[in-house]
């Protein structure tokens, strides 16, 4: 069994690789639902949803997240009644989020409603959020304000500079049933090429999740966000200097830490950092990572899977 420390596209991509070289009912995806909200009483989970409608091959192409075919017909209706429009829900979107609310009002956890939500779309993959507990992304930006994710990223398009960013109510939140044991029974875990600090950061900071990738005899390897030194999309050149780290592959795994990584895959593009990032004691490898088809993507898992093989060996 393969675990995947999982944002969104980023990992939605890298899992579409790693499903085509190994069987996907072997991989359990632990998913960051730090950047959840409520809109109009419903609750929706970008990343999870991300890869959900990646696996199975829902997902907008050009966008690459939310539906294809999607139309905004309740959004427009809303507009009626003077809603500010700045977080768009799609008509089918919304169905996931109508029956996860309903579900989650029932009493069921966001990890039951997370394995009905992927069995509907026929995802193999097992998605476990990190936590089945509230624990928000909050950034503060530079004008003292303390934003939630979406706000910031979504509500302000990511333009106030940043001064640091935490996760609101981490300290009481427990890892969703299934997070810890996988981590502990899995034969590598790989930390996917999402945002560091919004993505795998946050989940990191749930109690016990950190604790257990460093103690954990699995051997774990990370894959670079960053390509050529620059994001491939979204907004981790803007927090990672917020939280002290350059943007950069070796700043990526410094960031993480030889205590959280024995191996490191970076995109050939920064293959002048691998001693860098070696010396820091983490074992690194150069290919390419640009995952815009599905090949590459299964060519990277593939070197993470022998990477992984070989630090446990
Ligand atoms: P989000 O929650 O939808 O923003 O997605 P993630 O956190 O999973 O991923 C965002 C990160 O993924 C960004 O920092 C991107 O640079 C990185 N990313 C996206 N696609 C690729 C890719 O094909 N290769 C690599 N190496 N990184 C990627
Ligand atoms: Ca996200």
Redo the contacts with the bound molecule.
Sequence with gaps: MYAVL?????????LRGLTAIVPADEVVAIV?VG?DLERFGLRVC??LD?ITYWLSGTVHPEQQ?GRADESHVVATELERFGHDPWFTLGDRDLGVHIHRSWRLGQGASLSQVAEEVRRAFGVEVRLIPATDDRAETRIVTQDGRDLHFQEYWVGERGAPPVAGVHLAGAADARPAPGVVEALLDADAIII????PV??IDTILAIPGIAEALRTTPVPVVG?????GGQ????M?HKLLPAVGAEVSAAGVAAHYGPEVLDGFVI?TADADAVDAIAALGIRCVATD????DVEV?ASLARTCLELAAELAG
């Design positions: 999982a944002g969104g596209v980023g990992a939605a991509r890298f960051n950047d970008p990343d991300s997240w996917a090429p999402s945002n919004v993505s894959v670079s966000p960053i390509i994001v491939v999309r979204g981790a995109d990572t640009m995952m815009d993507a």
